[in-house]
């Protein structure tokens, strides 16, 4: 009989490994450890056995089933896993077919570059601040040194809208109406809209600036250098260089014109800085002892200094754009190009 | 201000090339924006020598001239002018050379006679305007010497940009005074001597000024039996560097000393002066004078003018007049040299919509100081180029008092503005080479006296910067202002707009941005009361007029801009202020700022895995719905916008108050902007919304009981409002109702015509298990309520 038990071990172990699929095993499992299969039977026809061998006997037929039973569990789960994997790869897809489309929506080049400006000056310290657009003839430019009649006012092209009123030239005028609000220290930046009557790839009748302004006691020409060139390594990235050249402003003195190295060639020359290694992109200066006298502070006691930049000029140089007019047209070929 | 290198350096050395010239100008806050050389166009042409001159065979206008041109051999060349002659040097062509004009030479056959070359004239080498004949050069030039080794055509002209605030560089010598700052050089002045007559000019004529406000100073010089003619040569060829044209001896003498010292001069011919005297008076009423131009001008009180004893003879500081020009005829000649006010030219100048190199430089400041040494200056060139018999003196009619403004200098208010320590001794050195003059009062501080040309320098701070842009930019250092204690940021308001961009780009848009002025019709194209906007004096295009009232013109016409160039979709939104005031403009106007959306064309770009279907009015409501914070006091209505569609259209009110209406656009509003199709525009009072988005979400603990959900369709009629149904099934839900959501609508077969399917899907949810019985008791009640209300039927 353990002859036998040998016999229906081997056959069940074959069985086992034979067994294609978890419906074969099954069946095996069935004949061989079932109610009725075979190691049950023989199992129960141990009474025929000698009651000293039973013992043994019984011993040996449960170590079979449970090798049995292990073997088949064992199948089992390769076979599953064989199936799985089987129905899986009949599931297979296209992977190189595109993506569903997400629309990716953009901000304005403009507004990126102010927000970058804004945020650059604000870790500084700066308080950001808005002025209107539609300004009276005083804050445009009496209040900044520009009297009737003065020549400077034919550095700008103004859009009239009465005798006093008009759409702001540029964004100085959010200096007075700041100085007249609030005593030193102040430390500002004021981006906004800005508007002269002219139109070419490089000039738009509506454009953006951002002005800057710090008036406090012991405020200097070094402190606004320093700022300046603080300001283009963050914008422009670390290896940029500022330069100064003196200019004119009427409410500044000394007045500067700040060229960046060119962020293009990085200071070689090419194209777009006219072999210059260049680039103009502000206009500063030491705020001038007669704009702090009108607004009531004393140029003994404190001093300041102010600066203006062109946005479009900036995100024109920064993304390569050679029309400024594209900026306000709203193509959307244009606009979506701009991702961040 | 262009100017020549070479012209420069007669009254200054300089050490430097023009590259560098360029560079050191520009860095003392002359930028000089370009160099050009003054002569383009001239290699291989050559000074050649006619040797011999037959006549053509074939035609009676021709000539052949064998024409030696030393190194480069003898050419034969046929020639067209009339007054080629042998003998005459002149300036030859060769093949290969490529003219300014756009001529490009080469080998040819005229009328079967081969010609090598070209025998120009002065126009066809861009060097002036005369084509009558070809250019017959001085004959002691040697054959086959470049041309641009000649009359200085190998110079450069810089072309240098000069602030409003410096008139005094508006000159050859102003510029040269510069380049001695800059070099530690010396300025040397120009001859002014000259011969006078022992009559003096009072016996011959009168200066009389009647507003000497306007008119500070007048300097008369007089003098006859001038020998009119061309100026010589050089001064030709340094006006036309300059960007003059020559005219005659006598106007180009006038020019030419206006570019060397800034002082305008203006000649008047005697003769043709009535009673041969000057009076400088304001223009009459009425008044009107025929310009150099040709133009008649109407004069006002408020202009000045130069008259004779009866009529204007010039517009003072701004142009001559046409009849007492300076011609071949002319004998004798009145120089004047005045100074008027800048204001009143300016003012003139502006009126009459006339300026001239005259005009830029007295509006802007010409020192009075300078009248007699440009009078002199002058009368030495007209002597010595126009043979001028000069009347002894000056008739120098001058109101300008000898003050001479004196500023206090201290060496550390330098330090306090620079931020560096200026040495004195370079403090003084700078001052002095720019002609300040400067006197010590301790040992840290001066007394500065401003030369009169310099009228800009007023103040201190006026001569830090002329300290500093000599000294050097370059020499600060860079520093942070220091002691400020830090308190930046930007006001809620800002936050607010830039969380509204964040969203909408979020939610797949661009933003757009759009001139805020427009077309003042652009109310009306909106089919809205033509309220007036407030409109710009002085437009440069009709589409850029009128103050904007709305945002959606803007994004209209870039819809229509997209639309038309073939693009599927456009999904913008712009952020900006309108302007809104009362008529006439008294007051700033209002400056409120907008968000609006616009909707066009396909919802997403064609892709495999989405059905192609375009935006519509459902997906701009849930861009507002995404955009505006869920409150209690936001109200969803419908719209009655004249620029909407009357039956597609909604408005949001908040606290009761209109702040944003949206929907599809109006037909006519699309064809007025020429838009094909339907779209869909939003526009968001921002200044009323600001405080909704003052909120900080609270907590709410997530439910630890399950939910219970339940579905329900009901059948209405068509015009039912789904939103007022869902408002009721609230009502009804009481507490326990999480959620109402519309998870179906469908219009079709087998619902009735007329009618539609609406499926709610409900969520309640309670702190403790519910049962069954209890939410069944709850359906019921919505749906009788749903009957009775809304004549609902159970699907």
């Keep these: 009989m353990q002859t036998k038990v040998q016999e229906i071990r081997t056959a069940a172990l074959e069985a086992c490994s034979r067994a294609s699929t978890v419906q074969e095993l099954n069946q095996a499992r069935v004949k061989f450890l079932g109610k009725k299969g075979e190691l049950t039977l023989i199992l129960r026809s141990m009474g025929q056995l000698p009651s000293e061998e039973r013992p043994l006997f019984g011993k040996l037929v449960n170590e079979v089933r449970d090798e049995l039973e292990q073997a088949i569990q064992g199948r089992e789960q390769e076979l599953a896993a064989a199936e799985e994997q089987e129905r899986l790869l009949g599931e297979s897809i296209d992977i190189t077919l595109p993506g569903r489309r997400v629309a990716r929506g953009t901000l304005h080049p403009v507004t990126q570059i102010i927000n970058e400006a804004k945020s650059i000056f604000m870790e500084m310290g700066y308080e950001i601040v808005e002025g209107p657009e539609v300004e009276w ?204 | 201000m262009l100017v020549s290198y070479r012209w420069l350096q007669e009254y200054v050395d300089v050490p430097w090339g023009p590259q560098e010239l360029a560079e050191r100008l520009t860095m003392a806050g002359l930028e000089v924006e370009g160099i050009e050389p003054v002569a383009p166009g001239l290699d291989r042409v050559y000074v050649g020598l006619v040797e011999e001159t037959v006549a053509h065979p074939h035609a009676d206008k021709l000539k052949i001239c064998s024409v030696d041109v030393g190194d480069q051999g003898r050419h034969s060349i046929v020639c067209g002018a009339p007054n080629v002659a042998m003998g005459q040097k002149v300036a030859v062509a060769l093949p290969g050379a490529s003219l300014p004009i756009g001529l490009e030479i080469a080998s040819t056959i005229i009328r079967e006679v081969p010609s090598a070359g070209m025998i120009c004239s002065l126009a066809e080498l861009g060097l002036g305007e005369d084509e009558t004949g070809i250019w017959v050069l001085p004959a002691d030039l040697i054959p086959g010497t470049p041309l641009v080794e000649l009359f200085d055509l190998d110079d450069v002209v810089l072309d240098v940009s000069i602030y409003a605030n410096r008139p005094d560089c508006m000159s050859m010598l102003g510029i040269a005074r510069e380049v001695a700052a800059l070099t530690g050089g010396r300025l040397r002045f120009p001859a002014t001597d000259y011969e006078v007559l022992d009559t003096p000019i009072t016996e011959r004529t009168s200066v009389s000024v009647e507003d000497q406000t306007l008119c500070p100073r007048y300097t008369a010089t007089l003098m006859e039996q001038i020998q009119m003619g061309e100026s010589p040569l050089w001064m030709q060829f340094r006006l036309r560097a300059a960007g003059m044209r020559p005219i005659n001896n006598v106007v180009d003498i006038t020019n030419y000393v206006m570019l060397e010292t800034g002082h305008p001069l203006h000649a008047f011919d005697f003769e043709k002066l009535a009673e041969q005297r000057v009076v400088v008076r304001p223009a009459r009423p009425g008044e009107t004078m025929i310009t150099l131009d040709g133009e008649s001008r109407s004069l006002t009180p408020e202009m000045l003018v130069i008259c004779d004893a009866r009529n204007p003879k010039c517009i003072a500081g701004v142009m001559g007049g046409l009849d007492s020009e300076v011609t071949e005829s002319s004998t004798s000649i009145l120089l004047e040299a005045a100074s008027f006010s800048a204001l009143s030219v300016r003012r003139t100048s502006r009126a009459l919509g006339l300026s001239s190199e005259s005009s830029a430089r007295f509006e802007k400041g010409i020192d009075p100081h300078g009248t007699v040494f440009a009078s002199q200056r002058a009368t030495h060139l007209l002597q010595t180029y126009a043979h001028a018999k000069v009347f002894a003196g000056h008739i120098d009619q001058s109101a300008v008092g000898n003050q001479q ?201 064609p892709n495999w895995a989405l059905t192609e279907e375009n935006f519509d009015f459902y997906d701009l409501k849930g861009l507002l719905e995404l955009m505006l914070p869920k409150a209690s006091d936001l109200e969803w209505t419908t ?138 008791l709850i359906m019921d009640r919505c749906l009788q309520g749903l009957q009775k209300d809304f004549d609902a039927e159970i699907r």
């Excluded at chain 1, 800005?194 to 070419?200: E, F, K, L, T």
């Design chain 2, 405 to 605: 403004t004196k500023i206090e200098l201290k060496l550390q208010e330098i330090d306090r503005l620079l931020g560096v320590p200026v040495p004195g001794t370079t403090v003084v050195e700078i001052l002095e080479a720019l002609e300040f003059q400067v006197q010590e009062t301790s040992e840290e501080g001066w007394v500065v006296t401003v030369p009169s040309h310099r009228g800009d320098v007023e103040i201190a701070a006026d001569l830090i910067e002329e300290i500093v842009r000599i000294w050097g930019l370059e020499n600060l250092p860079s520093t942070l202002p220091g002691n400020l204690v830090g308190t930046g940021g930007q006001s809620p308001r800002l936050n607010v707009m830039d969380h509204i961009r964040e969203v909408l780009v979020g939610a797949g848009l661009q933003e757009a941005m759009s001139y805020s002025f427009g077309r003042s019709d652009n109310n009306e194209r909106l089919l809205r009361d033509n309220q007036p906007m407030i409109e710009v004096q002085n437009p440069i295009s009709e589409d850029l007029v009128a103050l904007r009232h709305s945002l959606l013109p803007g994004l209209l016409t870039a819809t229509s801009l997209n639309a038309n160039r073939q693009q599927r979709r456009v999904a913008i939104f712009e952020v900006g202020a309108t302007y809104l005031g009362k008529l006439p403009l008294t007051q700033q106007p209002k400056e409120e700022c907008k968000v609006a959306i616009a909707l066009w064309g396909l919802r997403s770009m």
């Design chain 2, 639 to 776: 719209g009655t916008n004249s620029s909407l569609h009357p039956g597609r259209q909604g408005a949001v009110l908040y606290q009761g108050q209109h702040i944003a209406y949206y929907g599809e656009v109006h037909p006519a509003v699309a064809r007025n902007f020429r838009i094909p199709g339907r779209a869909y525009v939003a526009e968001i009072d921002f200044e009323k919304i600001l405080d909704l988005y003052d909120v900080t979400p609270v907590y709410q603990n997530l439910p630890r009981y399950p939910a219970m959900e339940r579905d329900l369709a009901v059948i209405v009629d068509h015009n039912q409002s789904v939103g007022e149904m869902i408002t009721k099934l609230y009502k009804l839900g009481g507490e326990l109702l999480q959620e109402v959501t519309v998870f179906d609508l469908y219009i079709g077969k087998p619902i009735p015509d007329g009618k539609k399917s609406v499926a709610f899907s409900f969520r309640f949810q309670g702190d403790r298990t519910l049962t069954d019985d209890e939410i069944n």
């Design chain 1, 137 to 340: 003839d005083y804050y445009n430019f009496e209040a900044l040194n520009i009297p009737p009649d003065h020549p400077a006012r034919d550095m700008q092209d103004t859009f009239f809208i009465t005798e006093e009123l008009l759409l702001r030239s540029q964004t100085s005028p959010v200096q007075i109406h700041t100085m007249e609000k609030q005593q030193p220290p102040i430390r500002i930046l004021a981006p906004g809209k800005v508007y002269r009557a002219d139109s070419d790839v490089t000039h738009s009748p509506m454009f953006h600036q951002i002005e800057g302004l710090v008036v406090d006691k012991g405020i200097t020409f070094a402190d606004l250098k320093g700022t300046l060139q603080l300001f283009a390594e963050r914008m422009f990235g670390p290896e940029t260089k500022i330069r100064l050249r003196p200019s004119y402003f009427p409410f500044t003195e000394p007045s500067a014109e700040v060229d960046v190295s060119c962020i293009i060639c990085k200071g070689t020359g090419c194209r777009v800085c006219s072999e210059t290694g260049w680039l103009e992109i502000l206009g500063a200066g030491m705020v001038d002892p007669r704009v702090l006298i009108k607004v009531g502070y004393d140029p003994e006691e404190v001093t300041g200094f102010a600066f203006g930049v062109g946005v479009e000029r900036m995100a024109m140089l920064k993304y390569g754009i050679n029309d400024i007019r594209l900026l306000f047209e709203n193509d959307v070929r244009f606009l979506e190009q701009f991702t961040s």
